[in-house]
């Protein structure tokens, strides 16, 4: 079941109400050149799960159950980027926002361009707010909501660094009579679910059902790839971007190649229970293996046109190697 889901746990569940958990979501997949990263021993594709939450007065966590093991260590919060960063706050949200850091303060005041306060994004503390459990075949990552901030409008961005992860996009293997497009070029399948019911084990939904469901009022889906991947299609059209690096760099880290990177886009802004988007990319890999190969293959098809030809010959009576015009005499 390659699925995450995202619920609420409400904090009276003894008494509950007829309220339905509303959230909206951010998710970036980061799928780019991992030479350095592996280098250093880590995973190569990351996801950043931004979660803003408008009414929280009943609710004492946000869950996000992951189809595998996820220690703490695969966990980064990213409040922290803000607060070194605070111009990554327009760049995220893309939008003209204002930024206000107390210096001792957990919180990070976001304003509109009126000074308005729109939101508060929240650093956590991944000892303390945070917590990974074991939980029905999979990990329950577990974020604890503040009770300062039950009545604010708030958001909460983390990264997600596991095998999962990695696993959401597989290279797709041609079959034998492609095997010299397969040397030369590599197709990358990209399957993202989020709440899909039929995806999910039964004893999971069950917990979402208990706690009121979970209703996402807004979900935002990004996948950054190297501008050389060709995009072939999707399930639905996404919007396209190049992001810009000096901007972006910083955010990402020092193990990752950033040169030129594509943004596409998914959204849904209508209410919705789910969210999946499915898309296939193309890129071309060439090195001494792929060299290698096709000289090989090119040999080998000469060797066989050769032998096809003589092989013709010798059934219609030509010796091999006769030049036809002197054959005809």
Known sequence: MKCIAIWCTRADREHPTQQTNELECHFNLWMLNNTNARQHGKLGCFLDIGLMLTHAAELSHINIFVPDRVER???????????????????????????????????????????????????????????????FGGSTIRIRIPEHLKNKKHYYRIRLQCAFVDQTGYVYTPPASSILEGAFFQTELIDFRVNEKRNLPKSLLETVRENGGMHFTKTHFFLMREARDDYVFSDKPPRGRQLEKDTWKAYVGEDYSFEQITAYHWKKSEPH????????????????????????????LGIISGFMGNLVYSLVGVPSGTPVQAARR
């Open 73 to 135: 260590s695969s966990i980064q919060d990213l409040g922290l980027a803000f607060r070194h960063k605070p111009e990554l706050v327009s760049a995220v949200f893309n939008e003209d926002y204002g930024v206000s850091v107390g210096a001792s303060e957990k919180n990070i005041g976001v304003q509109g361009v009126d000074g308005a306060a729109l939101f508060d994004i929240y650093t956590l503390d991944l000892e303390n707010d945070v917590s990974a459990e074991s939980q």
């Open 273 to 300: 229970d789910s969210f999946s988007v499915f898309s296939k990319f193309r890129s071309f890999h060439s090195n001494t293996r792929t060299v290698l190969i096709a000289v090989a293959l090119i040999i080998i």
